[in-house]
């Protein structure tokens, strides 16, 4: 079949170093050049075009790979494009690589501009500098020249600051927010647990079973209702049983409720971009000039 | 290569049912055919929080959570333009926050030509487009950091969220700012519905498009969506009263039907 022959011959690795090195330089010169190309010839109407087209191929290739019936070969389930499907997330993930250069470009220039203006803050601006460019070398450093440590246990020098910056700094500041959650916690349910209605009366009265139920605390305070014997039906009364019933019989079909009405969201929204049906929200502008008309607050809500 | 999931009949059959559906409904809305949306007070909130910041004359910060290129960022995009839009016309600054870098460059352009729509292009700044960080909690900080230092009136957290989005909220609650929230996943619906003025649920958030705009387009889409999922529940019922009926002893006719369609 010309489809896989084709992904073999475009796919293969490479033989060795130098034919990696060619199909690298090949690539990021034949890109350029499509590049310039369609910077300079293609008007915003081109580019529009070019935007759908690859939106609906992309697509089609990952919907078809899906649906197309399949036959066994070397024990996995495949067709005629599922050798197109690794090729392609490939190819998504470069492209998001080189976004990181924008990124950074963003932020040197939010960052930059607070500096120059030594504006309030700007001592904050250097810092974020100093930061990026420290961790930015001594990242690339320990990443060429990763050593072992010494009979002693010591690390040479690049490698133990890189150490102290990412391990001795960097972590525990991330887990020192993450342990914040706590107390963010605590204050969210503080209010959330008010009572202020039926609705909230009955929301309290659910969490604190659940809550009970999920300590000791809470089973042996019930722990008196039989569980067997003619009164044995009173043993759903026990905590631990009406907290399990509160989760399994109300909690999970209303979580399952709300992400089946998801799922059949993202479909339609999926479509709608597959399909380039949602005109102007992404590619152009939106067809209707006015937007107090069509605010939520307009008359045709009801 | 790594091995793939493929679908099988009866899974095609239910795929095209409900694609089919949702793409007539749009036809018939792009075909003038009036379609009724009830009321969505989360959504209807985003007017109200931006003319709190108008009338306060301070920006807004817009969140769209840490998703990169998928269906539930490009929807809080897609209320971004709307918001970027309403600010506009009332000369109000948004600020966006970005966790992605491949989001940083879609994010500009929906915002700018959500400026260059309304005719206030030069309104338009880069700087207010950032990227923020792409660790969750650096991005969480740096959001702080800007509601703080911006002191932002209004703040918007639409898209995928997890452990952040307390300390989020949180803080933009403590910064008294108005506080307008949407994300699909469930597990993150009940801190935002604590800290939150206005929260849009489940998927009330895709519905959040057409409810803003009122394109056809949109707005048949979200018909048809909830034509599918009043199918769906039909379904779920009609499978309740076969276990319940059957209790997994399915009569031959339905076995051999299941069969055909390649059900499992």
């Known amino acids: 079949m010309p489809g896989p022959l084709l992904a073999a011959a475009l796919f293969a690795p490479a033989a060795n170093r130098s034919d990696l090195l060619l199909r690298l330089f090949a690539s990021v010169v034949l890109s350029a050049v499509l590049l310039m190309l369609a910077h300079k010839f293609l008007r915003r109407r081109g580019r529009r075009v070019l935007i759908v087209a690859v939106t609906f191929l992309g697509g089609l290739l990952f919907t078809l790979e899906y649906f197309w019936p399949t036959h066994l070969v070397k024990g996995r389930q495949v067709n005629f494009l599922t050798d197109w499907i690794e090729p392609a997330t490939i190819a998504l993930s470069i492209i998001g690589a080189f976004t990181v250069g924008l990124g950074v470009h963003s932020l040197t220039q939010v960052h930059g501009r607070l500096l120059l203006r030594r504006r309030p803050g700007w001592h904050n601006s250097l810092a974020f500098f100093i930061s990026m460019v420290a961790m930015f070398v001594l990242v690339l450093w320990d990443f060429s020249a990763k050593a072992k440590p010494s009979a002693a246990g010591v690390l040479p020098f690049h490698n133990a600051v890189y150490e102290i910056l990412f391990n001795g700094i960097y972590q525990p500041l991330i887990a020192a927010t993450f342990s914040l959650l706590a107390f963010y916690i605590a204050s969210a349910a503080y209010r959330a647990f008010r009572i202020r209605s039926a609705e909230a009366a009955l929301m309290m009265a659910a969490a604190f079973i659940v809550m009970l139920a999920q300590v000791p605390l809470g089973a042996w305070l019930t722990h008196g209702i039989p569980q067997a014997g003619p009164l044995g039906y009173l043993g759903f009364f026990r905590l631990e049983r009406l907290g399990d019933w509160i989760m399994k019989s109300w909690n999970s079909p209303a979580q399952r409720g709300i992400t089946f009405g998801v799922a059949v969201g993202a479909l339609a929204m999926s479509l709608r971009i597959w399909l380039s049906l949602e005109r102007g929200t992404f590619f152009s502008q939106q067809p209707e000039a006015s937007v107090e008309g069509n605010s939520a607050g307009s008359a045709t809500e009801s | ?264």
Not at chain 2, 28 to 54: H, K
Not at chain 2, 55 to 64: I, K, V
Request: with cysteine.
């Open chain 2, 1 to 264: 290569m790594a091995s793939f999931e493929h679908a099988n009949w009866l899974l095609t059959l239910i795929f095209l049912g409900m694609s089919g559906t949702i793409v007539a409904s749009i036809l018939l809305a792009q075909r003038g055919r009036g379609m009724f949306i009830r009321r969505i007070p989360g959504l209807s909130a985003i007017e109200e929080a931006v003319g709190r910041a108008t009338e306060m004359g301070r920006p807004m910060y817009f969140s769209p959570g840490l998703g990169s290129i998928d269906i539930t960022t490009l929807q809080a995009l897609s209320i971004l333009t709307h918001v970027v839009r309403l600010a506009a016309t009332q000369a109000t600054r948004v600020i966006v926050g970005t966790a992605d870098s491949t989001l940083l460059p879609v994010a500009e352009e929906s915002v700018r030509e959500a400026y260059t729509s309304v005719g206030r292009q030069e309104m338009y700044r880069p700087e207010d487009v950032r990227f923020v960080s792409g660790d969750q909690f650096a991005y969480a900080l740096g959001s702080v950091g800007i509601m703080s230092r911006e002191k932002a009136a209004s703040n918007f957290y639409f898209g995928q969220f997890f452990a952040e989005a307390l300390i989020l909220t949180e803080n933009g609650r403590a910064l008294g700012a108005l506080q307008v929230a949407g994300t699909p996943d469930p597990t993150q619906i009940p801190f935002f519905i604590a800290t939150c003025d206005y929260v849009v649920i489940g998927d009330e958030y895709y519905a959040a498009s057409a409810y803003l705009t009122r394109e056809p387009t949109l707005t048949g889409s979200l018909v048809g969506q909830d034509i599918v999922k009043a199918a769906l529940a039909a379904l779920m019922v009609l499978g309740i009263a076969g276990a319940t009926l059957w209790a997994g002893h399915a009569p031959h006719f339905l076995a051999k039907f299941m069969a055909l369609l390649g059900a499992h």
